[in-house]
């Protein structure tokens, strides 16, 4: 087995997003997410909300609309939404078969222009690992 292992994620802070936060990597959502993954076997993709809406604006709106998302409701949307919900968000957003993901994490943080920056990760458990994962904002995989 080939082990990696995700970026530990910030706990929640309200208001750490905004202009003068100071979040990175900073724990949105996550469900069946691990800590450490068989990198032979397991699969995890990410992607950062704003290099998609460089390349991809038309079918971003298009996310957007079909799961009534607005921006500035970000990190409420993501807490109001059912796991299964936010999953198929998320795979529709980075067009990729919701079939084979069985997890997901959002993190943000802030970067030095002041403005927010968000990533999506999905995971992939394979079904003859034996990957951990967890969920929530009480997880190991959450610096404490």
Do not use: W
Not at 44 to 51: G, N, P
Not at 126 to 138: A, I, K, L, M, R
């Amino acid at each position: 087995m080939n082990e990696f292992f995700v970026n530990m994620a910030e706990p929640y802070k309200p208001n750490n997003m905004g202009s003068s936060g100071k979040a990175k990597f900073m724990l949105i959502a996550q469900n069946n997410f691990p800590l450490s993954y068989d990198g032979d076997k397991d699969k995890i993709i990410s992607a950062y909300l704003d290099r998609i809406q460089g390349y991809d604006k038309l079918h971003i709106s298009d996310c957007f609309k079909k799961f009534n998302f607005n921006e500035r409701s970000f990190e409420s949307y993501f807490k109001e939404k059912s796991p299964k919900v936010v999953l198929s968000f998320i795979c529709e957003l980075l067009h990729q078969d919701c079939n084979i993901y069985t997890g997901y994490r959002i993190t943000g943080m802030v970067g030095g222009n002041s403005y927010p920056y968000y990533l999506f990760e999905l995971f992939s458990k394979h079904p003859e690992t034996d990957t951990e994962v967890y969920s929530g904002h009480n997880a190991p995989n959450i610096q404490h």
